[in-house]
Every structure is written in C-alpha cells, then in structure tokens.
C-alpha cells in the first residue's frame, strides 16, 4: 500500500543549489499536486498536473518548475534555491479533478535553505 | 476568491473531552468540505467530506455537516483519546475546478492523559 511516495524526506541546500523532488503514486490517478506548507499558513499549491506531459501553475508558482513525463511521477525543482523556499513540500494525487474527489497526499519533504 | 477560516490553536483537552473545532468557508461556487488530519511526520490523511449541504461525513468517531445556510463545517468528537492530537485541516474544493482545494491554516489538537 505505497500510495504516494515521496524522495528525499529531508534535505540542506546552500542558497543558489538546486535539487529535485520526485513523487511517485501507484494508484493510477491523472491529477498530481505540490503543495508547500508554512507555519499558520496551511498549504499552498505551487504547482499541478491534469495528466501526463501536462504542468499548471497554483497560487505560489515562482521560483519552482515541474514536470510530468510519466503518468505515476511528478517531480518539483528548483533551480536557484533561496532561504524563502524553506518549507515542508507535500506531493498530493486524486483520481480525477473533480471537487468531490479527495487528493491523497505522501508523508513530505522538509527542505531547508541556508 | 474561496477561502476556509478555522478557530485558532493550539486546542489543549483532557481525554474523554468534548471536542469542536470550527471552520467557516467562504466559496463563490458550490464547494465540497473535507477535514483531513495531519499526525507528526506525517502526510495529511483524509478525515472525512461532505458533498451537499446537509450532508454529514463522519469517520473514527468524527463528525461534522455541510451548513450551507451559516457556511460552516465544524468538526466534533463526542469523546477524544490521546491518540487524536495531530493537526486538523478544514479544507474547500470547488466542484468543477479540483485543483482549486483551498486549506485552512490548521488547528493542532493536544490531548492528555
């Protein structure tokens, strides 16, 4: 019962390093989310996928590229890290996007940028 | 735009307290409510939803009902145990557009023995 797996759970850059962060779901779903959550914020989508091969920005898009080659993995990079983009990121899926359906969310990276 | 308002933590309680925590949406559309629960290190898990006005989701002793009419979704257990501290998320999806999830900022219930 994977779910939605997430590598690394933890990770230091230095300001300007850049990284990946790749989730995998095994449950076949077409939408794929990443959120980003800060303290007494909650989360924020940064960015999201209907389907494979496709990206759309949320609320928090810059500064964050993504991309989605295969229809199981999502990956989240940044490209020239800074301390503003210390957060927890959480990859989430749902089976399609419609407002009934609930996204299944893994269990986070928690990233930090000194 | 839409947006989910939820009472302010922490929420400290003895077992086998009354527990409600409270969350008030705003949405142009027609929303589906979800709380998901949040337990240290963890993802956010599903809790329970509520589709339609009136409608009532409840799970693992949990409830809560869509009321459309005070736009609220407030969250109730008749009888907390310790092991429901964790972070409790209100959260609105638009019907048509499920991308558009909106998440309170979180409540962190602590529960003592």
């Known amino acids: 019962n994977a779910g939605v797996t997430q590598t690394p759970k933890f990770r230091v850059l230095k300001t300007g390093q850049s990284m990946t962060l790749l989730c995998a779901q095994d449950?076949?779903?077409?939408?794929m989310y990443w959120y980003r959550q800060d303290p007494g914020m909650g989360l924020r989508l940064i960015h999201y996928s209907v389907g494979e091969g496709t990206t759309a920005k949320g609320e928090v898009p810059d500064g964050y590229n993504v991309s989605r080659l295969k229809k199981q993995n999502f990956l989240l990079g940044l490209e020239s890290a800074a301390p503003s983009q210390t957060s927890v990121y959480f990859c989430?899926?749902?089976?399609?996007?419609?407002?009934?359906?609930?996204?299944?969310f893994g269990d986070g990276t928690r990233l930090s940028i000194l | 735009g839409d947006s989910v308002t939820q009472m302010e933590g922490p929420v400290t309680l003895s077992e086998e307290a009354f527990l409600t925590i409270n969350c008030t949406y705003t949405a142009t559309g027609y929303p589906s409510l979800f709380w998901y629960v949040q337990y240290p290190g963890e993802g956010l898990q599903l809790l329970l939803k509520?589709?339609?006005?009136?409608d009532k989701g409840s799970n693992k002793g949990f409830e809560a009902t869509y009321r459309k009419e005070t736009t609220s979704f407030h969250l109730e257990k008749g009888s907390v145990q310790v092991s429901d501290s964790a972070v409790y998320f209100c959260?609105?999806?638009?019907?048509?557009?499920?991308?558009?999830?909106?998440f309170g900022p979180g409540t962190r219930l602590s529960v003592l023995p």
């Open positions: 989430a899926s749902s089976v399609t996007g419609a407002g009934n359906q609930p996204q299944h």
């Open positions: 959260a609105l999806s638009d019907k048509n557009y499920g991308q558009n999830f909106v």
């Open positions: 509520a589709t339609k006005a009136d």
């Open positions: 449950m076949n779903h077409e939408y």
